[in-house]
């Protein structure tokens, strides 16, 4: 087997992905003919798919049961805070499960929107998918090395240099 096409640390990876709960419901995957494109090794996707394409190779096709430990966490361990609505972007669409990014003490994190109500949003750092166990069907579609900027960026970039869309439900939220 070619290792330039073996999935490891410091590759771009290119997957078509579906996800679904463990009843088999759809709840996110990648659109077709648009791969998820990642970089390997700096937390771009969830802990247990990562793990899970460690030495794969394009073609490679598997299913995956990733748990909370190596998803999205468990779930409740966060309580909801609310902010003020006046708080966010003017043309921000505050709607139940948009994300935001705050700052904070230590740098940017995410937020999720549980609730609007009047002038108050209620949101959560806990990722909606928090306490669910994942399940992947994943093929594998291109393996390539990533260039400097990308390993000291710690994400793939699209043609050109530009920043790939980096896919919600897949990403580490």
Request: a negative charge; proline letters at 8%; aromatic letters at 4%.
């Amino acid at each position: 087997m070619n290792d330039e096409q073996t999935i490891a640390a410091g590759k771009v990876v290119s997957i078509d992905y579906v996800l679904t709960d463990t009843a088999g419901k759809e709840l996110d995957r990648s659109a077709e003919g648009k791969p998820l494109v990642y970089l390997q090794g700096a937390r771009n996707v969830v802990k247990g798919l990562e793990e899970a394409l460690e030495g794969k190779s394009p073609g490679d096709s598997l299913e995956v049961r990733v748990p909370p430990e190596k998803g999205y966490g468990p779930k409740g361990k966060l309580k909801p805070q609310r902010i003020l609505r006046s708080k966010f972007p003017e043309t921000a669409q505050i709607e139940k499960g948009a994300r935001f990014v705050m700052q904070g003490p230590e740098g940017p994190f995410p937020i999720w929107v549980t609730k609007v109500m009047g002038r108050e949003v209620q949101v959560t750092p806990e990722h909606p998918l928090a306490g669910q166990t994942l399940c992947f069907s994943v093929t594998v579609r291109e393996v390539r090395d990533a260039t400097d900027d990308e390993k000291k960026h710690g994400h793939a970039h699209g043609p050109g240099g530009h920043h790939e869309h980096e896919d919600e439900a897949a990403g580490e939220g």
